[in-house]
């Protein structure tokens, strides 16, 4: 609620009280995978009010924290598909903050990542929406970075199929003329 009244320092103080908790809960009882997943989320929420306020250096070190917890428990379990997507998604918001330092290079790096994640999920499940649009999501990063308009295009064609198949949630409906503008269609 502080973060989204807009006061990140409080905020920020509450974040780290749950992240102090989560830390002792984690430590207590290192192979309790909810702990582990939920002092990951708490390196997360320190990570995005850092952002917020202007701290990257701080934030990336925070998502960092959080992607080497989401690592173990993926490499735990590979048929885990939400600790592979929570791995995909520490890659991307890794990424983005690279990509906002002006770190090109590391934020390519960490997006490929991601993205062959989240294309090994939607490869597995073409019927998942969350999984589809999470590779939608992924090339648009990559086209971000690299200029490469074909990413652009693929992100287009998955929002079409999607859409056809009827599994295109009406919020993104916008997507499809966003990517084909995007695209140069």
């Known amino acids: 609620?502080?973060?989204a009244q807009g006061d990140l320092?409080?905020?920020l103080t509450s974040y780290r009280a749950s992240l102090a908790i989560r830390e002792r809960l984690a430590k207590a009882d290192p192979d309790n995978a909810d702990w582990q997943s939920g002092l990951?989320?708490?390196h997360i929420k320190v990570g995005d009010v850092q952002v917020a306020q202007g701290d990257l250096s701080a934030a990336l070190t925070s998502y960092r924290a959080s992607h080497?917890?989401?690592e173990?428990?993926?490499n735990a379990d590979p048929s885990?598909?939400?600790w592979q997507r929570d791995l995909s998604e520490s890659h991307h918001w890794i990424g983005d903050v690279q990509h906002a330092q002006g770190d090109l290079p590391a934020a390519l790096t960490s997006y490929r990542a991601s993205h062959a994640i989240a294309e090994r999920l939607a490869k597995a499940d073409p019927g998942n929406a969350q999984w589809q649009r999470d590779l939608i999501v992924s090339y648009v990063k990559l086209s971000d970075v690299t200029?490469?308009?074909m990413y652009?295009?693929?992100a287009l064609e998955i929002a079409r199929a999607m859409q056809k198949r009827g599994i295109l949630a009406p919020g993104d409906r916008w997507m499809i003329e966003n990517l084909r503008r995007r695209a140069g269609q």
Request: hydrophobic letters at 40%.
């Open 80 to 82: 885990n598909a939400q």
């Open 40 to 42: 990951s989320v708490s």
């Open 152 to 154: 652009e295009v693929q």
């Open 68 to 70: 080497a917890i989401r």
């Open 1 to 3: 609620m502080q973060r």
């Open 72 to 74: 173990r428990l993926a």
């Open 147 to 149: 200029g490469d308009k």
């Open 9 to 11: 320092p409080a905020a």
